[in-house]
């Protein structure tokens, strides 16, 4: 963005070039001393040389107040270090107050700037306000507190922004003059009195997170939802990066930028939840530290505007660039939508807006804004380092840019102020009075003029980022040239007629931003799971059950998060996919083994078996003879019946066949979903045809028979025989024994025809009472008509 760049002299007081030049001549003492004594003196010993400003680290801590009034006094905290080898002396820390910059280029001039210059710096204030350090020795620090009153820094009236030094000048053995050793500089925004039109001021709060849900829940009529880890837990507890973001964002005059999902998912962990333990779950433990959070930030958005991101922020330039390419990508975008709005008057009780779309670090092209605006949104997020202006001024944020969409451009320097390691006090403490410098150099572009601008930060701020976001905000508090407005009015705001409107093209997208996009691959793995799933709903009959935690899941799966973890992006994709395979696979044909078939016709039962916790209906069995020929299916090559199975039961159906020749016939069995497309793997098996006629039977039949009568017969002349042998051998071991004739056997006088009764004899076999054996009759399935 181009600015006007007036010399610095110009902006001047009367009373500081006067000071200027009497700093000058003060200085060139030495110097003539120099030049009339010989070479005692060198130009290297002049007061306040620029040389050695390395040796001593200066660091700024706190500088209170950040934007202070003209009844302040200013006080400023920080350590120096002596990083030479060399003992410092007569040293003092000094404040330099430096000509007013003249804009925002040079306020960014200002902050690169190294090393000392006694013009831009300043001379020091009054030595009364010095810190004296007599001696710092080689590596030692030594904290210092400078407290000066406003009215002795000489300031305009008219305001600005003033650049801020804070120096350490001592001697060391090699110089024995006054050196300026080390210098950090800050920025100073003087603003005494209210300007006539104050900036319209929005600054953006995201609420976003990464993703911790998995897809998978429990069998439970709850359906108790699976976290992947604990790690959640430390960004809301105390402390942590979320409770810090809610806790200061309730005092400040922010609009709220949520992710639905982190609230979805906050919200499964006030409930019973497990977590991942390698190949099995346990259960969670932290619901009161997710109930807290959830209470404080209810309480902490009711009186602010909420806007509310697409369910799980998806990556908008992902789906412009590489999801166009795959059928079915684009249409997650309006779900997305529509639950996000849902899910955050649910769990917040207020009602959001849904008509903002972000693209990561508002760079935008034509194609970004095509999809961004597909699912019903009418304003893009966009940022001024992507939609560039070539004006002296920064312009208001909201201009149309055809189609009925505002683009909503955030101010690229305010918005990347946080971006850095606000760890140390000294880093965050620059940040701030950088940006309520450049946040004043706004105002004073045109301060007849009020303009409405956006501050959008990084996606996921650190709680020291977010603590340095709000110490600034917190400065502004005085609404002496700026004013907040929340994101739906900065939206409405009137565009100015000079801004540019001209969306980028394709080929002005970063190249670095572009490098982490996700790739093609990865639409197509969600265009199957996403078919995968349709699939499977409809056989449900309670599809509700699947089609909630898939259907978020797959969001997910299209996550800005992902950016920067591609292996991560893969291995979460993966696992739903696997995971959703093995719910369909609950619901499968039982392999069967081969049948024999004897007869003309039979029925030939495939059995269906579902493991879910649910029924499943709108199924259809078919079943296939390869060899209609030999084996028809009521007189066709393919019959099927419909199929409805209990939760956790089978059910066997039973398809009538009819046999037309002997020999192998193979069977293919599948289930179909209720609009033909097969479900499940298609299971084969074989059907032995073995016909035998009536007419076979019956001679079988005459064969048998005869063959049991002549059995029968032989059986009787045997035991008869036998029976007479015993008799005629114990008669003549009687007349043996006692001399006289054996009796008559017995039944001798009986009548023709009568049989006396005859002894069991040794010979005669024992019945056969085993139990029938339980095993399986052998290999195969045996089908009788």
């Known amino acids: 963005m181009a600015e006007a760049a007036d010399f610095q002299e110009m902006h001047l007081s009367p009373a500081r070039r006067w000071l200027r030049r009497t700093a000058s001549v003060i200085a060139g003492v030495p110097l003539m001393a120099g030049l009339l004594y010989g070479p005692t003196a060198t130009p290297a010993a002049a007061a306040e040389d620029a040389i050695g400003t390395r040796t001593v680290d200066v ?80 590596g030692i620090s030594h904290d210092f507190t400078v407290s000066v009153p406003l009215d002795k820094l000489d300031l305009g009236e008219d305001g600005g922004v003033y650049p801020l030094g804070v120096s350490l000048s001592g001697r060391t053995p090699d110089f024995a003059y006054d050196q300026v050793l080390g210098i950090e500089r800050t920025f100073l925004p003087w603003q005494p009195e209210a300007t006539k039109k104050k900036t319209q001021l929005t600054y953006l709060w995201p609420l976003i997170s990464s993703t911790h849900l ?41 609009t709220w930028v949520i992710d639905p999902d982190l609230l979805a998912t906050v919200d499964a962990m006030a409930e019973k939840y497990e977590v991942k333990q390698g190949d099995t779950t346990v259960p969670g433990t932290n619901r009161d530290v997710a ?26 330039a992902s789906l412009a660039h590489r999801g166009k390419a795959v059928s079915g990508s684009l249409s997650h975008l309006q779900p997305a939508t529509e639950v996000a709005a849902t899910t955050v008057e649910t769990i917040l009780h207020v009602k959001p807006s849904v008509d903002f779309a972000w693209p990561v670090d508002g760079a935008i ?63 965050s403490t620059l940040a701030v009075q950088k940006f309520l410098a450049q946040s004043l150099a706004v105002t004073l572009q ?93 056989i449900l009959t309670q599809a509700d059950r699947v089609k909630t935690p898939f259907g978020r899941a797959v969001d997910r799966e299209l996550s800005t998060s992902w950016r920067g973890n591609p292996v991560g992006a893969a291995q979460y994709r993966q696992g739903v996919r696997t995971y959703l395979k093995d719910l369909t696979e609950e619901v499968q044909l039982i392999q069967k083994s ?50 409805r199975v209990g939760g956790g039961h089978s059910q066997t159906v039973k398809f009538p066949a009819a046999a037309k020749a002997n020999g192998q016939v193979q069977m293919t069995a599948q289930l179909f979903t209720k609009d033909g497309k097969p479900y499940g793997e298609a299971m084969t098996f074989t059907v032995k045809v073995s016909e035998i ?93």
């Open 59 to 138: 660091s700024l801590d706190a500088m209170t107040p950040a934007a202070p009034g003209e009844k302040d006094t200013l006080t400023v905290s920080g350590t120096v270090i002596n990083r030479s080898k060399r003992t410092i002396t007569d040293a003092h820390v000094d404040l330099r107050v430096g000509p007013k910059l003249a804009g925002r280029t040079a306020i960014d001039q200002a902050s690169e700037r190294t090393g000392f210059d006694p013009v831009l710096d300043g001379p020091k204030i009054d030595d009364t306000f010095a810190v004296d350090i007599p001696r710092l020795a080689s």
């Open 214 to 254: 998995t897809s998978e829940t429990g069998s439970d009529e709850q359906q108790t939802p699976v976290f992947e880890d604990e790690s959640l837990v430390k960004e809301l507890s105390p402390g942590g990066r979320l409770e810090q973001m809610v806790t200061l964002g309730s005092t400040l005059p922010v």
């Open 291 to 316: 109930k807290r959070w959830l209470r404080s930030l209810e309480a902490a958005v009711q009186d602010d505007k909420v806007v509310a991101l697409p369910f799980a922020d998806p990556d908008l």
């Open 365 to 427: 092209d034509s194609s970004i804004v095509d999809v961004a605006t597909s699912a019903g949104a009418h304003n893009v997020i966009a940022r001024s380092d992507s939609l560039r202006d070539n004006l002296d001024y920064t312009p208001t944020a909201a201009r149309p840019v055809g189609g009925g969409t505002t683009a909503v451009v955030a101010d690229s320097r305010l918005s990347r102020a946080f971006e850095g390691d606000m760890t140390g006090a000294g880093a």
């Open 446 to 538: 045109d301060p007849e003029k009020q303009r409405s601008i956006v501050v959008a930060p990084q996606r996921v701020p650190t709680a020291t980022q977010a603590q340095s976001m709000a110490r600034a905000l917190q400065a502004l508090e005085a609404k002496r040239w700026s004013q907040p407005l929340d994101l739906p009015r900065a939206a409405e705001a009137k565009p100015d007629a000079d801004a540019n409107t001209a969306v980028p093209r394709g080929s002005a997208y970063p190249a670095k931003l572009r490098k982490q996009e996700l790739p093609v691959e990865a639409f197509e793995d969600i265009r199957g799971t996403q078919r995968t799933l349709d699939m499977f709903e409809g």
């Open 594 to 643: 081969d049948v024999t078939l004897s007869g003309r016709s039979a029925m030939i039962p495939v059995t269906v078996q579902n493991q879910l916790v649910q029924d499943v209906d709108d199924l259809v069995l078919r079943l296939q003879s390869q060899s209609p020929t030999r084996l028809g299916l009521d007189g066709r090559a393919v019959t099927e019946q419909p199929v």
């Open 693 to 785: 006629t009536p007419q076979v039977m019956l001679v079988i039949a005459g064969g048998v028979l005869l063959l049991v009568l002549a059995g029968i017969r032989m059986y009787t002349q045997r035991k008869r025989a036998a029976v007479e042998a015993a008799a005629a051998e114990a008669d003549t071991e009687t007349e043996k024994a006692t001399g006289e004739p054996a009796a008559e056997p017995a039944g001798a006088d009986a009548e023709p025809g009568v049989p006396g009764p005859e002894p069991e004899q040794p010979s005669d076999p024992q019945p056969d009472t085993r139990p029938e054996s339980g095993d399986p009759s052998g290999a195969g399935e045996k089908v009788d008509r």
